[in-house]
């Protein structure tokens, strides 16, 4: 059985900075994304990275997040560089494009002052 563990999540000030790491059981073979979903709002694509490090960002975080992997353990990074109130949401991670069945908890980001 697959399992996906987000972690690092919190709350932040504007301007400030958070780095989501994601555990996954998955095979190392597959493209990896960061999601996110806002209240009231659909969960969106955040940033992708294939297997060979190759990097996708939506328009909305580029410049600003940088997603990372260690395939040796199986794990997904998101830095995450000068906040804005419009990233709170629950971030996910599943792979790109995502798997029905492989969403986590999520973990929550709160960017307020």
Do not use: H
Not at 73 to 100: G, H, R
Request: positive net charge.
């Amino acid at each position: 059985q697959v399992q996906v563990v987000e972690s690092g999540g919190g709350l932040v000030q504007p301007g400030g900075s958070l780095r989501l790491s994601c555990a996954a059981s998955i095979e190392s073979g597959y493209a990896m994304g960061w999601y996110r979903q806002a209240p009231g709002k659909q969960r969106e694509s955040v940033a992708g990275i294939t297997r060979a490090g190759s990097t996708t960002y939506a328009d909305s975080v580029k410049g600003r997040f940088t997603i990372s992997r260690d395939n040796a353990k199986n794990t997904v990074y998101l830095q995450m560089n000068s906040l804005k109130p419009e990233d709170t949401a629950v971030y996910y991670c599943n792979t790109d494009p995502p798997t029905w069945n492989y969403w986590g908890q999520g973990t929550q980001v709160t960017v307020s002052s």
